[in-house]
């Protein structure tokens, strides 16, 4: 009696675990390879699923959502010889789990490795300047260069987003130097601007100067000329007018020259003699 309980309560158990094993549920967003004696058999979808104990087996339970893939941060040298930081995140999904378990030994590493490769390389065709400006083009040559291969291994690639890109610390400390020295140049260009069109400016001053004392010479000359064409026609021939002017005009300056206060001595000219008489028309 106890050995026939046994038995049923065996066969009870092993019923239930033969059930247990025959029957799989799968979540929503999964689908699981099943494989029967080491070989691949199908794949399980979304809900409730029957397979044959012990024969075959859950091999591989893959997640079917947006997988996110952070890619670490590396160091990438550009075509001009500078080193700048940069890392990226992708959107990966499983489209055929069959691909992604027999295609590759680690399908999550396997993608995360070629966008680090795939990264330096595009990057290193670029100089730093548009390496740090392209963050747009850099992306969508990224994403063109390893579709094909993510299709391979039953991924699709929805979309690679760099994270950041900078230049390394030496890079930074290099590039404001250069940020210094060329605000620099253009400070002592300026400077150098400034006083080009300061003495520009002054030649062009002292030329107008120059111009209108000229004309103001010119115009004095002229107008002396026209006084003593003046005087000229007033008097005609007769020279003692003339010669009552110019010492009516001699005598007063002789005044002037006495009246200073720092004269002491007045000289005389020697024709001064000469100069009276023909204030009165004597002839010498």
Known sequence: ???????????????????????????????????????????LKPGLN??????????????????????????????????????????????????????VTNFSEAIRNLIMTTLRSIIGEMELDEALSSRDKIKARLRESIADEAIDWGLTVKSVE?????PSQSMQKAMEMQAAAERERKAVVTRSEGAKQSAILEAEAR????????????????????????????IGDHSTPMAYLLGEKYIAAMERLGEKDNAKLVVLPADLQEAVKGLFGRKA
Do not use: C, H
């Open 1 to 43: 009696m106890e050995v026939g309980l046994t038995v049923a309560l065996a066969l009870l158990a092993f019923a239930v675990i033969t059930i247990g094993k025959g029957v799989r549920i799968v979540p929503q967003g999964e689908e699981w390879v099943v494989e029967r004696l080491g070989k691949y058999l199908n794949t």
């Open 207 to 234: 030329l107008e100067s120059a111009k209108r004392d000229a004309d103001a010479q010119v115009m004095l000359a002229e107008a002396s000329a026209e006084a003593i064409r003046r005087v000229t026609s007033a």
């Open 50 to 103: 029957i397979v044959i104990p012990y024969l075959d087996n859950v091999a591989y339970k893959l997640i079917t959502k947006d997988i996110i893939l952070d890619v670490q941060e590396q160091e990438v040298i550009t075509r001009d010889n500078a080193v700048i930081l940069t890392n990226a995140i992708a959107f990966v999904k499983v489209t055929d789990p069959v691909k992604a378990v027999y295609g």
């Open 162 to 166: 760099i994270q950041d890109i900078k």
